[in-house]
Structure formats: C-alpha cells, structure tokens
C-alpha cells in the first residue's frame, strides 16, 4: 500500500470504509471474479476492515475518557451483533 493510499484510508469516515467493503463483499459473492482480481478486492477488503476496527477503537477509547471524566468508571464496550 502506498503512503497516498495509506493516508486516504485514515481520512475516510467509518461509513465510507462500511460502504467500500459491503461493494468488495457483493464482488465476491458473485463468484464470477478472477482468481486475482479476487486476491486484491480480499486485500482491499481486510484493509477497510482495519480501518473500520481502528476507528472503533478510537471511539471506545473517546467513550471511556468521557466516562471517565464525569466521574463514572465502568467500563465501556461496543458489543457486536450476531
């Protein structure tokens, strides 16, 4: 990955990355994709996927403080759906 590429992916909101992914999940599911057309739409996938897990992250981290600062210090998870 290119720093270019690298920068673009950390500027890009949570919902572009969902987005971008979800169209790279479609591609796939047709099964009709080359074999390395498909080898690169699975490394810009998990890509997007970092992306996607760092920003949540970074918003547990932002929560936490915030609870932290009103004086509440339970923690605080993002649970996934199932």
């Known amino acids: 990955m290119s720093e270019k590429d690298q920068v673009q992916q950390e500027e890009m909101s949570f919902e572009e990355a969902m987005k971008q992914l979800e169209q790279i999940v479609e591609k796939l599911e047709e099964g009709d994709v080359p074999l390395e057309q498909a080898i690169t739409y699975y490394q ?35 649970e996934e759906e199932e």
């Not at 998990?46 to 897990?53: A, P, Q, T």
């Not at 970074?58 to 339970?74: A, R």
């Open 44 to 78: 810009d996938g998990m890509k997007l996927s970092k992306v996607c897990n760092d920003k949540l992250n970074n918003v547990e981290k932002q929560m936490q403080q915030i609870m932290n600062d009103q004086g509440e210090f339970e923690s605080f998870s993002v």
